[in-house]
């Protein structure tokens, strides 16, 4: 299997939760200016600073990831401010879960998350699938753990 | 097999004593009511608590059927539970002065699963509790020897084998060497309510005289924290013995509520020896032993997990590879050009330091010596270089040894076999120096903390091709183990040659890896700390042993969960 990227509809994904944080974050801002603390154009700064960064770590995040499976493991690249490399032995699979949140149901995309018995990259999740490549991709790595012959994993 | 019938009273007494007192108290107390409501209330909590313990006890049951521990529990909501031996990490068995005193002992039994432990039995009597213990270790052994095909190699009922037991001068060094910062900062945290207290009786106090005070009560701090810190240790340590029977090892401690337990050999997933300088300085070291269960010997509440307390450095050394015999470690340093690293990490902090002072200095009015913080820089340059220096790894037979700290050195040896992934890290300071940071991950818990087996600030080449030597190792020791068990399992033919292909390409990266290590610049091979290997002879044999075992352990018919239980209500 050759390197995989993701869809290209999860920058929407991620593009939305970034609005979502830079709400939340400069809503403390915004009652501030409203009560006249701070001048008004306080909170839109902040706002569009913080959606600014969200939305270019997400464009980068989107272009940084990459997954492959390979002939015995399965391999991650990814990560903007720290970059990650992640060797999944696929004999060290426990269980595959697909899955589907409402932002990623409302863009028409699923993850599939891999779990195994460690405990720092317990639960490896690969986002923006489609549906139907997130089912094939649980398939396809629960034949290669079967295939790969897990044994007593601890 | 019941509980003991001495666990009725003990665990109603344990549950509601503090209700009871408490009514007690609350109800004669008041006004309208007085000494007889108050009896006749706690009376009749107490009779319900003993009626409910009854059930309880009535409806507890546990069995040791030929291949699975059944527990069949519970009053209201009954509940069945079935662990399978394999499946068991550590049998532990606990008696704090109470229950020594009227005879009981508490069981706790570990799997891999879940956050919490799966197999609790409170509270039987202290011969039942070593009996269950021993009876796990023997069936266990029986399961994995009956799927073998060869039940004549289980001898019955090993004998115990003294590996380590504590004098009370390695005790003494226990509590003087066991200095817990974290105490401190509890103390610090308790002491600063009285704070105000103080400075309200010092109103006219100097400069000098309150830092005075200060120096005096961290000196204070320190001391009761040292003192704390020494009787935990001392009350934990006390007694401590280490025994080998079989694959099991078995240890026992404690002064006040006395620990015993085992520790399958074939379940250890990571080994971590530290020491500190001042056991450094005296020769000594820690020796950790941790399964997938939870780290043995781990009270609970005070997070001690060591499988040796403290023990000379050499024997710390041969008791290790007695349980995985990593050989001799010559480590690899990060690149020389880390030092850079650390010493600019070094002066920002410093420089943090002396522009807090000089702030404070100029705003409050107080008059300290802010520049005194500065004197800290000529202590930068020697930093960098030891925390380059304590740090490394190494590619053993079959395990990745790391070692990482300056002030709590901790070397790591990781089975290639119980590695779950491997993780390559670069932050974005990193990325500047071109290094990276090599994770292995193993299903062990102090990994849960991040305190995974890492080989930090390594040339970013050089950790391409370790994340790939750790990978093609981790499958090629897969491989050792395969052949043999192919011979009693289902004969797939296909599958067994498709595996067994990879083994030639596996060499290609190893031998790799290894050309890089000379040719890789600025590393140095640090062969001055190793330890003394007196013990190379025994080593091979019991490697052999432990490597069977583990072999009969990965049986892949059972993919299960580790419990099964069935609720109902």
Redesign the interface.
């Known amino acids: 299997m050759t390197t995989q990227r993701l869809h290209p509809r999860v920058r929407i994904v991620w593009i939305l939760r970034a609005v979502l944080v830079a709400t939340v974050l400069s809503a403390p801002v915004g009652g501030a200016a409203y009560l006249s603390y701070l001048p008004t154009w306080a909170p839109l700064v902040v706002g569009g600073v913080l959606l600014t960064l969200g939305t270019a770590h997400a464009v980068i995040r989107y272009r940084r990831w990459r997954y492959e499976i390979r002939e015995d493991a399965l391999y991650l690249d990814r990560g903007v401010i720290t970059q990650v490399r992640t060797t999944v032995p696929l004999v060290r699979i426990q269980h595959v879960d697909s899955r589907r949140g409402p932002v990623e149901r409302a863009a028409g995309l699923a993850s599939c998350v891999v779990y195994t018995a460690g405990s720092r990259g317990a639960d490896v999740r690969i986002p923006g699938l489609t549906p139907a490549g997130a089912s094939d991709l649980r398939e396809e790595l629960k034949r290669l753990a079967i295939r790969a012959e897990g044994e007593d994993a601890v | 097999m019941k509980l003991a019938p001495q666990s009725i009273p003990y665990r109603a007494l344990q549950k509601v004593s503090g209700v009871v007192l408490v009514i007690f108290f609350v109800v004669n107390d008041s006004a309208r009511l007085g000494l007889l409501p108050a009896v006749g209330l706690a009376g009749g909590v107490l009779t319900v608590a003993f009626a409910y313990e009854v059930a309880y006890y009535r409806r507890y049951e546990y069995e040791l059927t030929t291949d699975t521990l059944d527990i069949r529990s519970g009053v209201i909501s009954r509940r069945e539970r079935e662990i399978p031996y394999?499946r068991i990490?550590n049998v532990d068995v606990s008696r704090s002065v109470i229950q020594r005193a009227i005879g009981v002992a508490a069981i706790d039994l570990e799997t891999?699963g879940g956050s919490e432990t799966e197999g609790a039995i409170r509270f039987v009597t202290p011969e039942a509790a070593t009996h269950l213990q021993r009876e796990v270790q023997r069936l266990k052994r029986g399961v994995e020897s009956n799927q073998e095909g060869e039940s004549s190699t289980a001898p019955e009922g090993p004998d115990e084998q003294l590996l380590f037991e504590i004098s009370p001068r390695e005790l003494a060094l226990v509590g003087a060497l066991s200095f817990d910062g974290r105490l401190i900062g509890l103390l610090v945290f308790v002491g600063s309510g009285s704070v105000p207290v103080v400075s309200g009786l010092l109103p006219d106090a100097s400069a000098m005289a309150l830092s005075g005070v200060v120096i005096a009560a961290v000196g204070g701090l320190v001391l009761v924290s040292w003192v704390l810190g020494a009787g935990v240790s001392f009350s934990n340590y006390y007694g401590f013995r280490l025994s080998r029977a079989g694959d099991e090892l078995r240890y026992e401690r404690g002064l006040f509520r006395r620990y015993s337990g085992s520790i399958p050999t074939e379940?250890v997933?990571t080994l971590t020896i530290t020491d500190n300088p001042a056991k450094r300085a005296l020769g000594y070291a820690t020796l950790t032993i941790e399964t997938?269960g939870y780290a043995p010997g781990q009270g609970g509440e005070d997070g001690n997990q060591a499988a040796i307390p403290i023990a000379r450095r050499d024997r710390v050394y041969d008791l290790a590879r007695e349980v995985e015999s990593f050989g001799d470690p010559a480590f690899t340093r990060p690149p020389r050009r880390v030092q850079w690293r650390y010493g600019i990490r070094y002066l920002i902090v410093v420089s943090v330091l002396t522009s807090v002072a000089f702030g404070v200095n100029s705003l409050t009015g107080v008059d300290i010596p802010w520049y005194a913080a500065a004197l800290l820089l000529l202590a930068v340059p020697p930093a960098a270089y030891l925390k380059w220096r304590h740090r490394g790894y190494w590619l053993g037979e079959d395990h990745l040894l790391t070692r990482n700290g300056v002030w709590s050195r901790s070397v790591k040896a990781v089975p290639y076999y119980?590695?779950?992934?491997?993780?390559?890290?670069?932050?974005?300071f990193q990325?500047r120096w071109n290094v990276a940071t090599v994770?292995a991950?193993?299903?062990?818990?102090s990994?849960?903390v991040?305190d995974?087996a890492a080989a930090v600030d390594i040339d970013t080449d050089d950790a391409v091709t370790l994340?790939d030597a750790?990978?093609s190792r981790?499958?090629a020791s897969?491989n050792d183990?395969?052949p043999r068990?192919a011979a009693f399992e289902w004969v797939d033919t296909e599958?067994v040659s498709?595996?067994s292909v990879?083994e030639p390409s596996d060499t290609e990266p190893e031998s790799g890896s290894d050309e890089v290590e000379p040719a890789s610049k600025g590393t140095v091979s640090d062969s001055g700390e190793k330890p003394d290997d007196n013990d190379s002879g025994t080593d091979s044999t019991e490697t052999d042993d432990s490597g069977t075992d583990a072999v009969s352990?990965?049986?892949?018919a059972e993919?299960g969960p580790n419990a099964s239980e069935r609720d109902r209500e």
């Open positions: 394999r990490q891999a379940k997933q997938a119980r590695m779950q992934n491997v993780i390559d890290r670069r932050s974005l990325r994770v991950d193993t299903a062990g818990t990994s849960l991040g995974d994340c750790l990978t981790l499958q897969l183990r395969r068990q599958v498709s595996e990879p352990d990965g049986d892949t993919l």
